[in-house]
């Protein structure tokens, strides 16, 4: 992976490769930004154009088995259901190639964390001489995942790292890092694509000009979120929903999705966050009299949407709302027809 491969974000890129190139990159770097965006794409962009500064191989050559994930001097630590070996969870390189190996297979899952175990290896492998004597990178995906024991690990390590050993951390929830990680780390906000940039990627979808909008709403300039969506047919889920709030068919509703869950039972988190951001689009735009996309003619009141927007910000932020999703929908349809 390197800049070449990537897209947006150009200021950025310009920026960290000057500090490369000047030999003054921080030794702690936190990717942070929306979900999709491709900041993991960037922390193994930046990787590759640090192991090829002091490095006698070409970066070609390094990109080449970067690619691979093969590279002896860049680590990766991505969130993960595999349990170390080791006393007391402590990983062992068989436990780390596990990981490596579903990387390669993009099989990464985040229902899984980033143990301890995971960093005490990392921390553990930095002790020996690296190749060649070459800088060594740490790639830390989803660092948010990391639990509060390994993020104190890996606090350690940041407050005093060894020589030419460089951290890359990326997130899309800041929230869930310590405050003391952070600090530590030279912050770097990333922005989505632009609409010319996203045009690239609606380009292999086989939709038709309201599914590319559509996709392009939800998207909101991630291209991770644009083709995991694009897996689905947004427009059908947005016809049956903008059909079941019109007749007040909550019952129809359920069934749609109970449906789509069945069809696709490994992707039930996705496929319920897919209606409940439609849902929010097609309220915000009926609340602003919009007959562009969602031209469904609702006509529900905007007291109602008010309402039930706020309802969807309640529940999100309150742990305590630990509702079913179906009884989640009954509460939006009471808010927004009845009641």
Not at 85 to 97: L, P
Not at 115 to 143: F, N
Request: proline share 2%.
């Amino acid at each position: 992976m390197n800049f070449n491969d990537l897209y947006g974000n150009k200021a950025l890129q310009e920026t960290v490769k000057q500090l490369i190139a000047n030999d003054t990159m921080p030794h702690a770097v936190l990717l942070s930004g929306m979900e999709g965006i491709g900041k993991f794409r960037f922390a193994r962009a930046i990787a590759v154009e640090i192991a090829a500064l002091h490095s006698d191989k070409k970066q070609e050559k390094i990109d080449e088995s970067e690619n691979l994930f093969e590279h002896l001097n860049i680590f990766y630590v991505i969130p993960t259901g595999v349990k170390g070996s080791g006393n007391n969870g402590v990983f062992n390189h068989d436990d780390y190639f596990k990981t490596i190996f579903s990387l390669k297979n993009e099989k990464n899952s985040y229902s899984n964390i980033i143990p301890l175990g995971y960093i005490q290896y990392i921390i553990s492998q930095l002790k020996y001489k690296s190749v060649h004597d070459e800088d060594r990178i740490i790639i830390i995906r989803d660092a948010h995942y990391m639990t509060r024991e390994a993020q104190n690990a890996l606090l350690k390590i940041l407050e005093e790292p060894p020589d030419r050993v460089f951290f890359i951390l990326t997130t899309a929830n800041e929230d869930k890092l310590l405050p003391t990680i952070i600090s530590r780390c030279s912050r770097y906000l990333m922005s989505g694509l632009n609409e010319n940039e996203m045009n690239r990627f609606l380009s292999n979808i086989g939709t038709d000009i309201r599914g590319k909008k559509l996709l392009t709403l939800l998207a909101n300039g991630s291209p991770g979120i644009l083709l995991k969506y694009s897996q689905f047919d947004v427009k059908s889920i947005a016809d049956n929903l903008a059909s079941a709030l019109k007749k007040g068919k909550l019952i129809k509703l359920i069934d749609g999705i109970e449906k789509s869950i069945k069809l696709n039972k490994e992707n039930k988190k996705i496929i319920l966050k897919i209606y409940k951001e439609i849902l929010l689009l097609m309220l915000y735009y009926d609340y602003i009299d919009n007959d562009n996309i969602f031209d469904y003619d609702l006509h529900l009141r905007k007291d109602r949407i008010e309402r039930v927007l706020d309802k969807i910000i309640e529940t999100e932020k309150n742990s305590i709302y630990n509702m079913s999703w179906e009884t989640e929908w009954g509460v939006v349809f009471y808010n927004l027809i009845g009641g």
